[in-house]
């Protein structure tokens, strides 16, 4: 009598597949967790570099920097792309503090919050800003 031919998988062979994509769930999640967070922060470096232009721009034709984010054209007190709040203070009239604080979500590396730049250029943890 011919015997009837089984097809698929057998309950080992699926489990040995579900345990490979495991593992390399394992290792890819947290990988792009940290590309997402690097470009958030990309975000927050750009937002702050465009804010420091653009107080140097008020600077030329006024006194002292502002601590007032509308008086400086063209930036908002949100980044670029909204994952950082920005403020400004300003200790004297020859020298600012600009800092970007995550706005709804936290940086898994506690060094690079808040982000801040100053009129000499980034000043915190260096390594934030890839330096």
């Known amino acids: 009598m011919p015997t009837?031919?089984?097809?698929?998988?057998?309950?080992?062979?699926?489990?040995?597949?579900?345990?490979?994509?495991?593992?390399?769930?394992?290792?890819?999640?947290?990988a792009y967790n940290g590309y997402v967070e690097t470009s958030k922060r990309?975000?927050?470096?750009a937002s702050l570099m465009a804010l420091a232009i653009a107080q140097e721009k008020y600077r030329a034709s006024n006194p002292t920097y502002t601590t007032v984010i509308t008086d400086l054209?063209?930036?908002?007190?949100?980044?670029?792309?909204?994952?950082?709040?920005?403020?400004?203070?300003?200790?004297s009239g020859a020298t600012f503090t600009a800092t970007a604080t995550p706005d709804g979500w936290t940086d898994s590396n506690g060094n690079c919050s808040p982000m801040s730049i100053n009129q000499d250029g980034p000043s915190g943890t260096l390594s934030c800003w890839g330096r």
């Open 73 to 91: 054209n063209g930036v908002s007190s949100a980044s670029e792309s909204g994952y950082y709040t920005l403020a400004v203070t300003v200790a």
């Open 4 to 30: 009837k031919l089984q097809t698929g998988f057998t309950l080992v062979e699926l489990i040995i597949v579900v345990a490979i994509i495991s593992i390399l769930a394992s290792i890819a999640i947290p």
């Open 42 to 45: 990309s975000d927050a470096q």
